[in-house]
């Protein structure tokens, strides 16, 4: 049975994408050797990360005052190397709370300066994206999450900022195009639209770097993974591989406007079922709803109905459709490798699903 | 060609653990998913950790009173993380220099408190492992590199210790059996003898943490990996499934008596082909011998072979036999997985070799 793969990360990657990567892992290039006991330091995994790098440059059409960094770990690892490395402690940042994800990321700030919470939807939770706050100029930055995993909403468009933007764009990287140097630093963990879980990519312009005054450990100093192109250490060859397949891939399908137009269709397919099912609603406001993630619950009326219809998508193969604990319901990721198939079958469920019950 | 993989890091895994290995990233268990597409939250990932933590407390004979955490990134993370975690600004920890990774570990750890290095063999370029040392009774730790993967050398017993034991296991790690009770704090990267680059295994004894009063971010914090069971944020899912292969192989194996019994035999055959070859010498203390990492040069003499014999090797499907630029020469690493047959055939090439030119 074809399996649908709504998990909203570690999510979907390309099937071509995992193809290659299995027998990588088997046996890389017919070398009779595994990509994952080959030297980072040998021709096979330096010309990956060239690549990677080249392809990331090229997707995104970075600007050369911009580095690309692949670290270990997750986003989570950037909510307090972010300030460590830009904020000084009488410096103040300011963060816009969108999420948990973004309240974690102003908590982990709080140890190196004055934090400063511009907006929160947190009241209402999160099911919309503030957008009238004024930045002061005096702010050493303005901390942004472009897209709210757990409460499925995103923002259209980034605000004009008198001081540099720095953006978790985790769960929504390489899903649509962006100006790159709309931003200071840009992080996002793999595990959504770029690979699979254990490294995080860095996106940093050059002048945000060397202005705080407090000792860094090497491993935690962004100018040492510039300096070191991302090899001062060894550095998790596979989940850079992976990434560097995804690349590819969305360079062979078409590039980031692609990956848009795609994502865009099939969040509008599935939020116009949503919106025309008597079953089912949405759960946060219309315009600031993520092309990423769309959340849903049942009406009130149908809340019964939940567990049948969770157990109706599992059987017919869909995984991953379970709302997070602080929202409830169902959450469909519909990330750049999902195929419009996937989220016509879901909706040809619902649809099917209401006509019995209806 | 059958290939002889001497890499010193990423290196050599078992066979049977590549072939599932990508199997897990083409389709994992038939599931018609990928093991990189699982939310790390599902039951497959779930059922992956709890075995890795199981048969590492079986496979070590590891006391309840030490946690199992696995981490992003490498060793190189831990020469911070360490002193972070368990060295107030107003005390002293003691370092063993025993080569370029001490010596890392070594500065990292100065920005946290006060540190004596106790012993070093830096003036000998690190060619013996330092024995003669008295251990201060009011120092917090004393920090080891249990196996110098440049040098080649190995500490063949640990010194009994009135302060608690912090030592980077990293390129011996499972290669022999050990007391954990020695120790305080272990920390071992993955890419030797457990699995690809991507994750390090941290062992610490439950009450070596808590008593730093210094800020510590979430994801640096010891306690926190302890609490949620590696599960505070998405960990490095491949690495840590591809280190349970691997020691579910270990296991099967026979256990860190097995692999200790074959390593040193491999070892044995090559430094006594070393010792015998007129062409070449081996670059260590006897006594210090690394059963890991063997290094070895060519004979003065003989200098102008160098590079014949190293085309040679790579003519017979040696490759990884590079000495690191600091040693010059060769180098095999002999890792757990690195068959008998491996050692063989480079001992028979290193003995024809020397007749054909002898």
Redesign the interface.
Known sequence: ???H?F???????PATV??E???????YHG????L?????R?PEFMAILEEANALMREIIGLPDHYHVLWM??????Q??MAP?NLLNEDETALYVDTGVWAD?AIE?AK?FGNVQVLASSKAENYTHIPKDFKIPKTAKYLHLTSNNTIYGTQMRKFPKSPVPLVCDMSSDFLSRPFQADQFGLIYA?A?KNL?????TVVIVREDMLGTVHR?L????DYRVFAKNDSM????????IY?SMLTLRWIKKSGGLKAMQRKNKAKALLLYDEIDRNPLFRGTVAAEDRSHMNICFVMNEQYASLEKEFSALCIGN?M??LKGHRSVGGFRASTYNALPQKSVQALVELMRDFAEKKG
Chains 1, 2 share one sequence.
Do not use: R
Request: net charge positive.
């Open positions: 049975m074809k399996k793969n998990s909203a990360g570690p999510a979907i990657l995992l193809k990567a299995g027998k990588a892992a088997a046996n070398m009779g050797l595994s994952l006991e080959l030297s980072h040998g270990s770990g997750g986003a989570s690892s909510f307090f460590m974690k982990e140890a963990g595990q690979g699979p879980a254990g490294t000792h450990p090497s491993m935690l001062y250490n060894t550095p998790p060859v596979f989940p992976v193969g995984s991953g």
